[in-house]
């Protein structure tokens, strides 16, 4: 997802020696609400689920069937899994401001690391089952909050369900910051 929100620092230079009157907030807003609307997040979105059926999604490269129920590294099948979500007040300040970064917890995770802080989460599977709509309705209620950006916490291995609820939250209004 960070391809399509980020301008990168060369073209910030780029339109920086253009030497025209530049629009920070036209440089600096996010991308996704406009690539919902042109379908683009829907394409991309059914394209991360075919990956799931030979699953290659992390360098990992599992190659199981998902949609099958058979689990690879991360121990997750075809169902979107989180634990929590909550405006965080726990992350860097640029994230946080005065209203609290809004903040979703995916269970499981592809990485596996041994010092991990949410091993709970990440490594004992604590959570629970969540449709797309729903994720889609957390965004929202997180945006409605007051939250200054949506804080995805472990989402590799969940991409095609979150995109797919990106899809439907842009639909509905989402336009906060996706980091
Ligand atoms: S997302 Fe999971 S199943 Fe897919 S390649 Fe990565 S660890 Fe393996």
């Known amino acids: 997802m960070h ?12 339109a920086k020696d253009m030497n025209t009157t530049i ?7 996010e991308r ?3 690539l919902q609307a042109e379908g683009i997040v829907r394409d991309r979105a059914d394209a991360a689920y075919e990956i799931l059926s030979d699953c290659t999604l992390c360098p990992h490269q599992c190659h199981v069937d998902r949609t099958a129920g058979e689990t690879g ?26 209203r ?3 903040t979703i917890f995916f ?11 949410n091993y709970e989460i990440s490594q004992c599977g ?29 989402p590799t291995h969940q991409v095609p369900g979150i995109l797919k609820a990106v899809d439907i939250a842009a639909g509905r209004g989402l336009t906060i910051p996706i980091v």
């Open 3 to 14: 391809d399509s929100i980020m301008f990168s620092r060369q073209q910030y230079g780029t």
């Open 23 to 29: 629009n920070t907030y036209e440089l600096m807003k």
């Open 32 to 34: 996704y609400p406009d």
């Open 73 to 98: 590294f991360c121990r997750t099948g075809n169902e979107l899994i989180i634990s929590s979500y909550s405006p965080h007040f726990g992350e860097e300040p640029p994230l946080v401001g005065r």
């Open 100 to 102: 609290g970064s809004g």
């Open 107 to 117: 269970t499981n995770c592809n990485l596996g690391c041994i010092f991990c802080q």
């Open 126 to 154: 604590r959570g629970f089952q969540v449709r797309t709509e729903d994720l889609a309705e957390i965004m929202l209620r997180l945006q409605e909050r007051g939250c200054h950006n949506i804080n995805l916490v472990s």
